[in-house]
DNA sequence: AACATAAATAATAAAGTTTGTCAATAAGAA
DNA sequence: TTCTTATTGACAAACTTTATTATTTATGTT
């Protein structure tokens, strides 16, 4: 019985999201890819997307003001979004507090499996704009 | 000179979203009101709602699959979104790391403003439905 | 109280984001 | 190679949010 295919697109969205730092949306993996297959559908980007979020091989990061972003780095870290430029940048010098997750599901009965933290400010160079 | 105006719809949105625990999206908020105010348009409390969020007298909490929510509690704590059915909850019991906002200032130069934690698990009842 | 100004609104169009439909394609088993 | 059906491309549709504009109305001024 067949459950899971390995198609060319498959493979080529998920090397794009894992080649790159820059939290791409489901439409920048779309441009990324079009060099390398042209014919590819919006449609089949989001759906494999979707897919390999789900399954764990790629993070989902929820951001205030711009559409879904994908992360193909699993290693546990931060992100931080500037308020100004919509900047998104990691941030991997503080370690995930697993205890946290633990400590909820003490608390309330739910099963945590992660917990995705998104620290809100002002870039470097949109505080170098901000004139007096 | 005026500056912002106070006006009936203002206040019933921003009573809404003070008065429930619910975590409404937009398209709630403006269900909610449409028994006193049945003429107020979603327009209105998309705006009122993203003043509300910027001025910082609301809070804006994005979520994983679904719009985005507001809160009008300010007190420091976190969420629980349950990835089965949705649920959507608080979690007081956790203070706000306010030097982890300070930490990631001193090392990236960033001026964090705030960070938004949300936990992503299976609610009691959806671990229930969970035959076998 | 009446008037003037412009901020805010209702109505609606439009933009932006994501999912669903379905005939055609192609991955992988036999 | 042939068969089965998971996946795709094309596109429609749904969902979420913002923009436009004529009208209304909150508030300062007379």
New binding site residues.
Partial sequence: ??????????AVILSAVQGTKTHP???QVYEMIRDE?P??????V???L?RLAEIGTIRRISVI????KFDGDLTPHHHISCTQCGKFCDFFDAEYNESLDRFIEAKTSFRIAKHETVFYGVCPECKCNELN
Same sequence: chains 1, 2.
């Avoid at 019985?1 to 498959?10: D, P, V």
């Fill in positions: 019985m067949i459950k899971e295919r390995q198609t060319k697109q498959k949306t489901a439409e297959m014919n590819v559908s919006l449609g089949t989001y759906r494999n979707n003001n711009s559409p879904d």
